[in-house]
């Protein structure tokens, strides 16, 4: 069991099961929403269950470019990534309160990380973006 919340403990939940992928994401939203890029926990939906706060989570709508609501507490606003929605959850890794038991593996949309951020390890890189901001 993976467990996680948000800065002031209002929102807690879990993770059952064993997440797909751990991934820094760069796409333009990841970036505006969280720096210049965000640590994701992704696995299969069914597998997070919120266990305190389901009232405390406000949603910011997806928008047409874009599948997943954005999530975040409404007291502190820390970041939880999408929640689920559909078959799988995204997860911001910053709000993980137990060692996901996996290790980043892929930078993805890296097509929209700022010019002046410089990738330095030897991870996966995939470039596609939700969308072109150019």
Do not use: N
């Amino acid at each position: 069991m993976i467990k996680g919340s948000c800065l002031c403990g209002k929102v807690k939940f879990e993770i059952s099961g064993e997440p797909s992928s751990l991934s820094y994401c760069h796409c333009s939203r990841c970036r505006k929403a969280a720096g210049v890029f965000s640590a994701v926990l992704i696995g299969k939906a069914d597998d997070l269950r919120v266990t305190a706060g389901q009232d405390q989570i406000a949603k910011f709508p997806p928008g047409p470019e874009w599948k997943l609501e954005r999530c975040f507490c409404k007291e502190c606003g820390t970041s939880l990534g999408d929640m689920a929605t559909g078959d799988m959850y995204v997860i911001a890794a910053s709000a993980l309160d137990d060692d996901p038991g996996i290790r980043p593996t892929v930078h993805i949309h890296t097509g929209s990380k700022p010019d002046w951020y410089q990738i330095d390890d030897d991870l996966k890189k995939f470039e596609g973006d939700y969308i072109s901001e150019k």
